[in-house]
C-alpha cells in the first residue's frame, strides 16, 4: 500500500522556520523525482520544489527560491523542506507527492493528504 505521510506543520510568525518531513512507503522511493505542492486559501495547487532521485539536482518556484530547500534520504525514504524567512503568503496546505518532476500536477502518480502551515504577519 502506497503511502505518503507528510509532518511538521503547524503556526509560525512571519519571519520564522519551519521543517517538514514526507515518509514514504509501498513503492520504490528512490526511482522518483520527490516534490512538494502547496495549496493557498482559495488558490490551485502549486508547484513549490523537487529533488531529482538521487538528491543532486533541485528546482524551485520562483517565489520560494532562496527560502526553501528540499532535500531527501533514501535509507530513510524521507523528502525534507526546510522552509526560512516565511511569509504570510506561503501559508497553506503542503502536499509532497512522488512522479517524474516537474510543475504538473499530472506527473504525480502519489500524494500525501498534506499538512497545514499557517504564517502569521
Known amino acids: 500500500q502506497v503511502q505518503l505521510v507528510e509532518s511538521g506543520g503547524g503556526l509560525v510568525q512571519a519571519g520564522g522556520s519551519l521543517r517538514l518531513s514526507c515518509a514514504v512507503s509501498?513503492?520504490?522511493?528512490?526511482?522518483?523525482?520527490m516534490s512538494w505542492f502547496r495549496q493557498g486559501p482559495g488558490k490551485e495547487r502549486e508547484f513549490v520544489a523537487h529533488?531529482?532521485?538521487?538528491?543532486?539536482?533541485?528546482d524551485y518556484a520562483d517565489s520560494v527560491k532562496g527560502r526553501f530547500t528540499i532535500s531527501r534520504d533514501n535509507a530513510k525514504n524521507t523528502v525534507y523542506l526546510q522552509m526560512n524567512s516565511l511569509k504570510p503568503e506561503d501559508t497553506g496546505v503542503y502536499f509532497c507527492?512522488?512522479?517524474?518532476?516537474?510543475?504538473?500536477?499530472?506527473?504525480?502518480?502519489?500524494w500525501g493528504q498534506g499538512t497545514q502551515v499557517t504564517v502569521s504577519s
Open positions: 529533488v531529482t532521485w538521487s538528491g543532486s539536482t533541485t
Open positions: 507527492a512522488a512522479g517524474r518532476g516537474g510543475s504538473a500536477h499530472g506527473a504525480y502518480p502519489y
Open positions: 509501498g513503492f520504490t522511493f528512490r526511482i522518483y523525482y
